[in-house]
């Protein structure tokens, strides 16, 4: 186990609502990454944040949103739900030193109808 | 910019039978990270290699970094139904950023 927790395991969203998705860091982690997998894919990076900053961005609409918090969690919101949204959302955490070896949560499973 | 591309996408064993995962880019790499993503599971860091020409071993596990940094493999030998799962490589771009490669699906025939 990494330690690294997410919240909820699966939530199912109808079309046009809003999600909020939670993670706890690992102890001594002050980066966060967030990645969607879509099924049969590889993660694909949707954002960073490391001292309650975001830090990088990928390729994603502004309607995905995140914040950090002081101990280190975070949240990723998503605005305006499209199908295509469903997917697997992991959040990732990492330090500052060493390998940048990045420690994934279990992900939360989410299915937009 | 930077991607990886992984082959094969696929690839099914008999268990005891050896599998390789190789990871191609069109341009050099600084470094290359291994993880491996259990069926229902999340990816798991496996190593990272920042060598040109280097090689790591972990148990039946040989990862590579080829010498123009530009691809790598990972080779397992005599699989176990424990390989199973999908095997994807990973470089770092910026600050922490992992760009995956698709990945490649292992299943094994016990």
């Known amino acids: 186990e990494t330690g690294v927790t997410q919240s909820p395991t699966h939530l199912i969203k109808t079309r046009g609502q809003q999600v909020t998705l939670r993670c706890s860091s690992q102890?001594?982690?002050?980066?966060v990454s967030w990645y969607q997998q879509a099924l049969g894919q590889g993660p694909q990076f949707i954002f960073q944040?490391?001292?309650?900053?975001?830090?990088g961005r990928g390729n994603f609409p502004p309607r995905f949103s995140g914040l950090q918090f002081p101990n280190y969690s975070s949240e990723l919101n998503v605005n305006a739900l499209e199908l295509d949204d469903s997917a697997l959302y992991l959040c990732?955490?990492?330090?500052?030193?060493?390998?940048?070896?990045?420690?994934f949560g279990p992900g939360t499973r989410l299915t937009v109808t | 910019g930077q991607q990886v591309m992984q082959i094969p996408q696929y690839q099914h064993v008999q268990e005891g039978e050896d599998f390789t995962t190789y990871c191609n880019s069109s341009t050099t790499l600084s470094n290359i990270q291994w993880y491996k993503q259990r069926p229902g599971g999340h990816p798991v860091f496996l190593i990272q290699?920042?060598?040109?020409?280097e090689v790591k071993k972990q148990k039946r596990l040989t990862f590579q970094f080829g010498e123009a940094k530009k691809n790598s493999s990972l080779h397992i030998t005599a699989t176990q139904t424990t390989d199973v799962g999908t095997y994807f490589c990973a470089l770092i771009q910026g600050a922490q950023k992992l760009v995956f490669g698709q990945g490649t699906r292992l299943t094994i025939n016990p």
């Open positions: 990732a955490t990492s330090s500052t030193s060493g390998t940048y070896e990045q420690y």
């Open positions: 944040y490391y001292r309650e900053e975001e830090n």
């Open positions: 102890s001594g982690h002050n980066t």
């Open positions: 290699l920042v060598k040109s020409g």
